[in-house]
């Protein structure tokens, strides 16, 4: 259904993506990989909210690299320039998709759902947020700083953003009166992937997406 596409950031280089479309003046969603890179699951997840009436654009982080090895998704995700990634990438992603026309949102996974909440932090383009399972440092976007609607999944059984975590997350948005809604499901980390068979959980993954999309709809 998408096609890849170059897009303009701030500084005035170029990043490539893929963009669903949906057509002119729809809502629009910037769409952030996993540490695995812009691969076809992520076009995926881009395909179907078109198919939902929103414009998608996924931007290629890696620049072309994509693997299914942890140590190398580690290696990469290591590698990324958040603060690039997120003022230049993500926040020309949403200047491409505001001139298509109508509210951009933001959401993405893991790796993706930290630079969700950094782009609710840092991208004054974006007018809401859907996080899944990803947790940025709070040096570089303390969530008391956001002042848009967000929504978060998280995993009970996850080693990396885990519950402790979010319980602090959730505090840190609860003090500062922010406009947030974090679910919790009892699934693994990655469970709305459903090319992993170790962490795909098909319950949790459609409630997920019915609590997005009623989300999207009301707020965006």
């Known amino acids: 259904m ?15 993506g893929y963009l669903a479309a949906a057509g002119a003046d729809r809502p629009s969603l910037v769409v952030i990989q996993e540490w695995w890179g812009l691969n076809d699951q992520i076009c995926g997840v881009a395909d179907r909210f078109a198919r ?5 654009l996924a931007p290629d982080l890696y620049e072309g690299r994509v693997t299914q090895e942890p140590d190398e998704a580690n290696h990469l995700m290591s590698g990324l320039d958040f603060p690039g990634a ?45 996080c899944f399972y990803g947790i940025p440092p709070k040096e570089f976007a303390d969530p008391a700083r956001i002042s848009m609607p ?12 885990t519950p402790q975590a979010v319980d602090e997350l959730e505090a840190d948005l609860t003090a500062a009166g922010a406009n947030a809604e974090i679910h919790r499901y009892d ?14 959980n098909a319950a949790a993954a459609n409630l997920a997406w019915r609590r997005m999309s009623d989300y999207l709809a009301a707020n965006l």
């Open 2 to 16: 998408g096609t890849m596409i170059d897009f303009g950031r701030p500084d005035g280089g170029r990043t490539k």
């Open 187 to 200: 699934a693994a980390h990655g469970f709305f992937n459903e090319t992993s068979e170790a962490a795909y």
């Open 86 to 130: 997120t003022h230049q990438d993500l926040r020309g992603a949403a200047l491409h998709l505001q001139g298509i026309g109508g509210n951009v949102a933001v959401m993405g996974f893991c790796m993706g759902g930290a630079l969700t909440i950094a782009s609710a932090v840092h991208v004054p383009e974006v007018k809401l947020g859907v």
């Open 150 to 161: 967000l929504q978060c999944h998280f995993a009970n059984q996850d080693d990396w953003c």
């Open 52 to 56: 939902a009436g929103y414009n998608a």
